[in-house]
C-alpha cells in the first residue's frame, strides 16, 4: 500500500495559475505515487477543476512546475500530457454516442491492418483486452448510445488504459453512480493500482476517499492545506481542513412550528422511475428528499411540478389539485422550482441578470400586454439587494457571475413569484463555501416566515443540518422517513442503500 | 467495508444493438423497399421491367447517387451544403461552352475540369464554414446564390446543344456494359470506393466523430476544420463531376440545369438513413435512398399516375422518412438504457 | 434547427473567470442595425449615380410592389427563427395557396370564399410542420424540406399545367396602383402594418421575451413556464396562414397563378432575414433589422435592374450580401480563433 519508490510518479510542485486578477491556484504541490489512489479533497471553489485542467494540459501553469518521474514536464496540450502518460477522465463522459464501444477507445488511432485500412477485428481484440485487464466485461461492437453513466465512465477508463496511461485523474466519478457502481469503480481502481498506475480521485465526498485512497490532499481556496497518509486523518480533521470554520455556521435553523399543509402528493406513479410517493410539506417546515443519484428524487420534483407528465396518483397544492404536465398550472397555484442543473435548466445564460430574474414574473410586470421595463428593473434589483447578489452591472449577461451568485439570481427569479412551495434540488451544488451559507441563511429565514421547502440534495450534512423531516427514496420508492431528531448519517445511508439498520450495540 | 451484493445483471447480448446489424438492416430496408415497389409497379406493367426501362431507372438516379456521396460525408459532419445543385450547372455549362469552342479538347480533360470547378467552389465552402465559422447553412445557401448568378452571366441566356458536344462524351449518357449504362457504372465505382473509404480510413471516422459529439472530437485531437474543409472540397468535387455526366446525359445545358437538385439530394440523403444531425449513416445508404426516389419516381410514370404526383409523394416520403428514424432511434436508445449494466464481472 | 459544426459564439470566452464586466448582448445588434442604415443610405446614393430620378416615388412604389410578398413572408419566419428553428415551406405555401384560391375560383367559387380556403390550407399547412417539429419533435430543417416539396407537389397536381386567370378587376388593382394618395403599393403597407405588430409583440411583450428564451434555452425557458411546444406550433401556423396571404397578394398583384408561383424564393426571403442579422442559431435579432434589410434588398434590386444588370448579377449581390452578413459577426470569434491556435503551436 506504500509507494514501491521514493520519487512520485507525478510531482506537482509549486503550481499557480491565475486568471486575469483572480488566482485559481496558488502554490500548490502534492505528489502522486505509482500505485497509489491519491484523493484531492476539497469544497466547489476550491480550485480542484483548474488543477485538473492544468494536469490534462488545457491551461498551462503560471507557476511552479510538474515533474514526471523527478523531470520537469511541460504540456502544450491535451494531446501532448496524454502522450507522456496522463490521462483525465471527466465528470462528464465524452463519447461518441454513434459510434461503437471500440471505435470510442481507439478514435484516431485505429489498428491498422493490410493497406493501412482499419482492422476491425484487431480493434475489438484490443477492446476486449483492455476490458479484460480491467475485470470488466463489455460488448465492443455495441454502439455507445444508451450506455449507462457508470458504463460509460468504464469505457473512458478505458481509453485512457489504452493510452498506456501511468497517471488517471478521475474528476468527481461517483456524482452520478449508483451504490453498486461505485463499489465496482473502487474495484478498477484497486486494478488499477496493482498494475503500477498512480490514481488520483477528486471529489468532495469524504467517504469515498477513505474508502478508496491511500493518501489525501486537502485543498481550500487554490491552496494546498495538507498532505497526509490517510490513515493519519481523521474525518474531522479533513473537514475542519476543507471548510476553515465550524460546521454548525453552515446551516443555520430556527426551529418553527409548521403550519397547514401546502403540498399533498398522493400516491404518485412514473412508470419505472418511481412509484407510491405519498407525502406532505407544511408551511415553516423544510422536507428533504434524500437518497443515492439515480434514486429518483429529482425525477419526483419535475412529476410535482409538471415537467414530466405522471403515470397515476394525484398532486395538491393549498388543497387544489394540479393537472397534469402542466408547469404552468403549477406555478399558478404557487409552487416553485429551483432545477438541479442551473446552467441548462435554471438561467437563461446569454441574458441579462434582471431578464432572468424576471423571466418567470413577466406576465405581472406588463402593462396593456407590454413589458414595463422600469418594473422589470425595479424586481431586480430589489432582489438583488435581498439577496446580496454580486454583481457589477444588472445589464450584464448572468454567465459573468459566479456559481453562487447565479444561484442567487435563480431564487431571486422564484421569490418574485412570492410562492407557497419551493422547491429546490442541489441548493448549494457548485458553490463557494461563503456563498453556500447565504443560501442556507436566505432558506431559513424565508421558512421561518412561513414558506414551505420541498429540497433535493446530496449532500448529507446539509440534509442533516438543514431539514425537519427526511424522507428517504431508494429506487423509486420511500423507504424511509426520519424526523430532525431521528435523523443521522449512518442511517440515512443505510435507507439510502437498503441496508438493514444496525442493531443499537 | 461491507460490499453490497446485488443480482447480477442477466446477460444481454442484444444484436440490435451492434453497429453492424443498425447500418446492415437500414441499407437491407431500402434495398427491400426498392425491390417492392419495382416488383408492384410490373404487375401492373410489365413494360417497367425491360432493359430499357431500367437502365433509364439507373440513369436517373445516378446523378442524384453521385450528389448523394458529397452531401453524405458533408451531413455526417453536422453540415449541410445546399449548393450542389447549382454547381451541377455552372461546371456542366462551363464544360459544355469549352467543347463548344474546342472542339477536340479531350474527354478526360473535359471531366477534370468539371472536377476543379466544383472543387474550387467546395473549397470556399469550407474555408468560410471552418475558418470564419460561419454556419454551413448560411454559407451554401450564398454560395448557392452567387454560382447560380455566376452561372447566369455566363450563359446569358444561351443553350448548349448537342451539336456542340462531342459523341465521345455523350457516349458516357447512352453507352452500356453487360447492358448496364456507363454512367452507372461510373457512379456504382464511386460509390463503392467512398463506402469502403468512409469504412477503413482513420480520416473518414473522423468524420463521423465530428458529426457525433464535436466537443469530443476536439477533445481527442481530432482536426476538425481539416476534415469538414475535405469534405465540402469532396462534395462540391463531386458535384463538378456529375456536372459533367450531366452534359453527357442530357447532351444539353442552359442556365436552368441542377437547379433544384440540392432539396432532391437532401431527400434521397435522409431516406437513405443518414441522420440530418450527423454521426451516422452511409454513402450506400444514400446511393440506395436515391435509387428509390427514383424509382418511386417512374413507377408512378409506369403506373400511369400523373407525374404531376411525384413532388408531393416525394415530399410525403421525406416526412415518412425522418418520423421513422425519430421513431427507430427512440425505441434503439430505450432498448439499449433498459440493458442496465451491459458490463459484466469476469 | 441543424446545429452545425459551428457552434455558437459564446458571449463570454469559457476559460476567463466570471469577473469581467460583459456587455448586454442588446448592444452588439445595435451596432449591426446602424451598419445597415448606414448600407441603406449607401444602396441609395449608389442607385440615384447610376440612374436619374432613382429616388422619385415611382421607384419607391415599384420596389414596394416587387419586394411586397418576399417581405410579409420575412416575418413570421424571423419569429420562427429566433426560436431556433427554421421554415423552408414558406415558398412553397405560397405557391399552394395560390393554387387552391385559382383552382376554386375557376371552379365558380366566389372569391371571398376560395381566398378564405386558401387561408385555412395554410392554417393546415403550417398545423402540420408545427406538430412535425414540436410534438413529434423532429428537425425543422429536414421537416420543412418535406413539406416544401410536398407543398409544391400538391399545387402542382391542383393546377398543371393551366394557368388560371380571369381574378376580379378589383382586387388585382393592387398590382398596378398604390393605394391612393401615396406611392405605396398595397402589398409594401400591409407589409409594414405587419412589421410594427410583428415588432412589438417581439420586443416588448412576454411573448417576445419567451420566443427569445427559447431560442437562446430552450430547457431554461421551459423550466421557467414557458409552453415551448404550444408556441413553436402557433408560430408555423401563423406563418402558414401568413404565406398563404402572400400567395394570394401575390395572385392576385400577378392576377394569375400557376403551380410554380414563387418556386425558389423561400431562399431569398431566408437571406433577408439572415442579413437583418438575426442569428441562425436563435435567440438574436430585430425587426428593424429585417425591415432595413426588406429596404436594402428592395433598392438594391430596384437600382440594378435600372441599370439593365441581370437578374443573375442581382443573385450574386444578395448571395455576398449574405455571405457579409454572418461572416463580419463572426470575424471577431475567428481571429480571435486562429490567434490561439497559432500561440499555441509555439
Known sequence: MTQSSTTPLLMVRDVSKSFGAVAAVQGVSFPLYAGEAHALLGENGAGKSTLVKILAGVHGADGGALLMDGEPVVFKGPAASRAAGVSVIYQEPTLFPDLSVAENIFMGRHPLGVGRRIDRAGMNREATAVFTRLGVQLDPERVARGLSVADQQIVEIAKALSFNARVLVMDEPTAALTNVE????????????????????????????????????????????????IEDVTIDDIIRSMVGRDLDALFPKTVTEPGEVVLDVADLCRGGVFDDISFQVRRGEIVALAGLVGAGRTEVARAVFGIDRRTSGTVRVNGAELPNGQPLAAMNAGVALVPEDRRQQGLVMDMSIDQNVALASLGRLSRFGLIRRSSERELATTWASRLQLKFSRMGNTVSTLSGGNQQKVVLGKWLARNPSLLIIDEPTRGIDVGTKAEVHRILDRLVAQGLAVLMISSELPEVLGMADRVLVLREGRITAEFTRAEADEDSLMRAATGQSPEVAA | MSVITAPAPAPTDRPASRMESLLRARELGIALAILVVFGLTTLNNHAFAQVASIQQLLNGAALIALLGVGETLVIITRNVDLSVGSVVGLSAYIVGDLFKHH???????????????????????????????????VVTLAMLYIVRGVD?????????????IPTAFTAVGYQTLFGIPWL??????????????????????????????????????????????????????????????????????????????????????????????????????????????????????????????????????????????????????????SAEGAHRDL | MTSDMATRPPVTNSHTVVESGQRAPW???????????????????????????????????????????????????????????????????????????????????????????ALVVGALGGALNGVLVAKVGLPSIAVTIGTLTLYRGIALILLAP?????????????????????????????????????????????????????????????????????????????SGVVCAFAGILLTLKNSSVSYDAGTGLELTVVAIVLFGGVSIFGGRGTIIGVVLSVAIVGALQQALTQMNVQPEVQNIVIGVLLLISVVIPNSGEAIRHIRDRARRRV
Not at chain 2, 437547379?259 to 435522409?270: H, K, M, N, R
Open chain 3, 27 to 117: 448592444r452588439g445588434l445595435l451596432r449591426w442595425e446602424s451598419v445597415l442604415v448606414l448600407v441603406l443610405i449607401a444602396v441609395l446614393i449608389f442607385g440615384s449615380s447610376q440612374t436619374p430620378n432613382f429616388l422619385n416615388p415611382t421607384n419607391f412604389f415599384y420596389t414596394g410592389l416587387n419586394m411586397g410578398e418576399i417581405a410579409i413572408m420575412a416575418l413570421p419566419l424571423t419569429l420562427i427563427i429566433m426560436t431556433g428553428e427554421i421554415d423552408l415551406s414558406v415558398a412553397s405555401m405560397l405557391g399552394l395557396s395560390g393554387a387552391v384560391m385559382g383552382e376554386l375560383f375557376s371552379n365558380g367559387w366566389p372569391i371571398w370564399l376560395a381566398m378564405a380556403a
Open chain 1, 182 to 229: 461505485v463499489e465496482r469503480l473502487f474495484e478498477v481502481i484497486r486494478t488499477l493500482r496493482a498494475q503500477g498506475a498512480a490514481v488520483l480521485f477528486i471529489s468532495h465526498r469524504l467517504e469515498e476517499a477513505f474508502a478508496s485512497c491511500q493518501r489525501v490532499t486537502i485543498m481550500r481556496d487554490g491552496r494546498s492545506i495538507r498532505t497526509a497518509p
Open chain 2, 184 to 337: 452507372a457504372l461510373i457512379v456504382a465505382v464511386v460509390v463503392a470506393a467512398a463506402g469502403y473509404a468512409m469504412r477503413s480510413f482513420r480520416s473518414s471516422r473522423d468524420l463521423y466523430a465530428i458529426g457525433s459529439n464535436p466537443d469530443a472530437a476536439a477533445l481527442a485531437g481530432i482536426p476538425s476544420g481539416r476534415r469538414v474543409f475535405t469534405a465540402f472540397l469532396i462534395s462540391g468535387a463531386l458535384a463538378g463531376l456529375a456536372g459533367a455526366l450531366f452534359l453527357a446525359l442530357h447532351a444539353q445545358i442552359d442556365v436552368s440545369g441542377g437547379s433544384g437538385y440540392e432539396l432532391t439530394v437532401i431527400a434521397a440523403v435522409v431516406v437513405g438513413g443518414v441522420a440530418i444531425f450527423g454521426g451516422s449513416g452511409t454513402v450506400l445508404g444514400a446511393a440506395l435512398g436515391a435509387v428509390l426516389l427514383n424509382t418511386i419516381n417512374q413507377a408512378l410514370v409506369a403506373s400511369r399516375v400523373s407525374s404531376f404526383w411525384n413532388g408531393a409523394i416525394a415530399g410525403a416520403l421525406l416526412l415518412a422518412a425522418i418520423a421513422f428514424d425519430r421513431w427507430l432511434s427512440l425505441r434503439v436508445t430505450r432498448s439499449l438504457r
Open chain 2, 103 to 137: 472542339h477536340g479538347m479531350p474527354v478526360l480533360l473535359g471531366i477534370v475540369i468539371a472536377i476543379a470547378v466544383g472543387a474550387t467552389i467546395g473549397a470556399v465552402n469550407g474555408l468560410v464554414t471552418t475558418v470564419a465559422r460561419v454556419p454551413s447553412l
Open chain 3, 162 to 238: 393551366r394557368t388560371i386567370t380571369g381574378f376580379p378587376l378589383s382586387l388585382t388593382k393592387i398590382g398596378v396602383v398604390p393605394i391612393p394618395g401615396t406611392q405605396l403599393a398595397y402589398s409594401a403597407a400591409i407589409f409594414l402594418a405587419m412589421a410594427v405588430i410583428a415588432g412589438v409583440v417581439l420586443h416588448a411583450t412576454p411573448l417576445g421575451r419567451a420566443l427569445v428564451a427559447i431560442g437562446l434555452q430552450p430547457e431554461a425557458a421551459q423550466f421557467a413556464g414557458i409552453r415551448v411546444n404550444r408556441i413553436k406550433i402557433w408560430l408555423y401556423v401563423v
Open chain 2, 152 to 164: 447566369g452571366v455566363i450563359v446569358h441566356g444561351t443553350t448548349i446543344d448537342p451539336a456542340s
